[in-house]
């Protein structure tokens, strides 16, 4: 079973930049399909970025498109999200979910693991 620890939460103002981090333990990223959510007080979980294991395929919500960039260190085994030109409507926690069964990256339910997530606060 896999442990997810996200980091790299803070605040900020808006157009700065953070990097989020997911160090995993248990098991190995490159076994997994990766994704990062968000979930905004009184707003559902919702998708942000993923990473395929199978190639590496990554993949976006609107909102963030051309903003945020996931990838992966197989060496490190973690997980990153750089966020680039944030907005005060990125604010949330963050989380970092592991997929053992290739299914619909968007969905909160393809996820079988779960990190503890990481506050991003953005102010304006």
């Known amino acids: 079973q896999v442990q997810l620890v996200e980091s790299g939460g803070g605040l900020v103002q808006a157009g700065d930049s953070l990097r989020l981090s997911c160090a995993a333990s248990?098991?190995?990223?490159?076994?997994?399909?990766m994704g990062w959510f968000r979930q905004a007080p009184g707003k559902e979980r919702e998708f942000v970025a993923g990473?395929?294991?199978?190639?590496?395929?990554?993949y976006y919500a609107d909102s963030v498109k051309g903003r945020f960039t996931a990838s992966r260190d197989n060496d490190k085994n973690t997980v990153y999200l750089q966020m680039n030109s944030l907005k005060s409507e990125d604010a949330a926690v963050y989380y970092c979910?592991?997929?053992?069964?290739?299914?619909?990256?968007?969905?909160?339910?393809?996820?079988?693991?779960w990190g503890q997530g990481t506050q991003v606060t953005v102010s304006s």
């Open positions: 990473i395929r294991r199978s190639d590496y395929g990554t």
């Open positions: 979910a592991a997929a053992g069964a290739t299914r619909f990256l968007r969905l909160p339910s393809t996820y079988d693991y």
């Open positions: 248990g098991g190995t990223v490159t076994s997994y399909d």
